[in-house]
């Protein structure tokens, strides 16, 4: 099984969540737990929001470990494909998800 953490599941350990840290414990070893490109970015993104100091520099160290020990996948062609059916279906249906998700959605599901 491979997992793709969203930006709430990479950002949890940097907070130090206790479910997500039980969870991730509990992954099998011949599972992968990974992120993808836009994932990344929005960690990134919201470090580069924080003011310089000793909070930021901490949890830049968190990032850090965190990105050397899940692989950072790239997103699929065939997410491009999936992207637009998600993107038109949860339009039809009046449900919202922010940009970024729905992209993460589709790489999931390619």
């Known amino acids: 099984m491979i997992y793709l953490l969203d930006t709430n599941a990479v950002s949890a350990p940097m907070r130090v969540d206790a479910r ?3 969870w991730l414990s509990s992954i099998g070893g011949d599972d992968r737990v990974v992120i993808c ?3 990344r970015g929005e960690v990134l993104f919201g470090l580069e929001r924080l003011a310089q100091g000793r909070c ?3 949890l830049e160290g968190k990032a850090r470990k965190l ?3 899940l692989p950072c996948e790239p997103i699929p062609p065939a997410a491009g494909d999936l992207y637009a059916k998600l993107k038109i279906s949860q339009q039809r ?3 919202p998800l922010d940009e970024n998700d729905r992209w993460i959605a589709a790489t999931a599901l390619a």
């Open 20 to 22: 997500m840290e039980s």
């Open 37 to 39: 490109t836009i994932a």
């Open 56 to 58: 930021r520099t901490k």
């Open 67 to 69: 990105f050397a020990v």
């Open 93 to 95: 249906r009046g449900l």
